[in-house]
T-cell receptor, first 114, second 112 residues
Framework: KQEVTQIPAALSVPEGENLVLNCSFT??????LQWFRQDPGKGLTSLLL?????REQTSGRLNASLDKSSGRSTLYIAASQPGDSATYLC?????????????FGTGTRLTIIP | DAGVTQSPTHLIKTRGQQVTLRCSPK?????VSWYQQALGQGPQFIFQ???????QRGNFPDRFSGHQFPNYSSELNVNALLLGDSALYLC???????????FGQGTRLTVV
């Protein structure tokens, strides 16, 4: 059974700092890994998708890496801004068919202090 | 492109009632999945629909059922509501080939 863990559960940093969010998963047989952002009471916004054959993806100030063999991914946020405050969720895609079920961590709640 | 749209946004039901939630996928997507998110938790997989068939199901009772229509839109039905069914219900759509999931804004269901 796939299990996803995110550390830390909560993080507060001053504006302008660079930061790293961590995600680990127990089963390396994944189809892809996605990082999402969720604002309170809202849906999920996809930030980055890394296919199982890739090592990293970048979008603007965000960079995500994937080490499938060790079951780890990191999300790097450069030059943090107050608008980055949200919960960040990591999810791995797998399942019996290989690509039907996302398994999520419980998220990291990020607060950027102006 | 309207993205994934869900209706209604909020719903209050009484224990024992039945509820239907609706989802329209992102334009061009052929696969719809449903997730339940309790407060402070990550979303949990309910089931996935592809070509109007339930392709895979998570660890949810038979009270949870669904449907996918020929236009790829989908419904989630929950019978005999329990207080514990109170949650944010999220719909995600994707293309079977690429499998990148896009989520709607969710339906907040409160059972009283």
């Amino acid at each position: 059974k796939q299990e996803v863990t995110q550390i830390p559960a909560a993080l507060s940093v001053p504006e302008g700092e660079n930061l790293v969010l961590n995600c680990s998963f127990t089963d390396s047989a994944i189809y892809n890994l996605q990082w999402f952002r969720q604002d309170p009471g809202k849906g999920l916004t996809s930030l980055l998708l890394i296919q199982s054959s890739q090592r990293e993806q970048t979008s603007g100030r965000l960079n995500a890496s994937l080490d499938k063999s060790s079951g780890r991914s990191t999300l790097y946020i450069a030059a943090s801004q107050p608008g980055d405050s949200a919960t960040y969720l990591c999810a791995v895609l797998g399942g019996n068919f290989g690509n039907e079920k996302l398994t999520f961590g419980t998220g990291t709640r990020l607060t950027i202090i102006p | 492109d309207a993205g994934v749209t869900q209706s209604p946004t909020h719903l209050i039901k009484t224990r024992g009632q039945q509820v239907t939630l609706r989802c329209s996928p992102k334009s061009g997507h052929d696969t719809v999945s449903w997730y339940q998110q309790a407060l402070g938790q990550g979303p949990q997989f309910i089931f996935q629909y592809y070509e109007e068939e339930e392709r895979q199901r998570g660890n949810f009772p038979d009270r949870f059922s669904g449907h996918q229509f020929p236009n790829y839109s989908s419904e989630l039905n929950v019978n005999a509501l329990l207080l514990g069914d109170s949650a944010l219900y999220l719909c995600a759509s994707s293309l079977m080939v690429t499998a990148e999931a896009f989520f709607g804004q969710g339906t907040r269901l409160t059972v009283v």
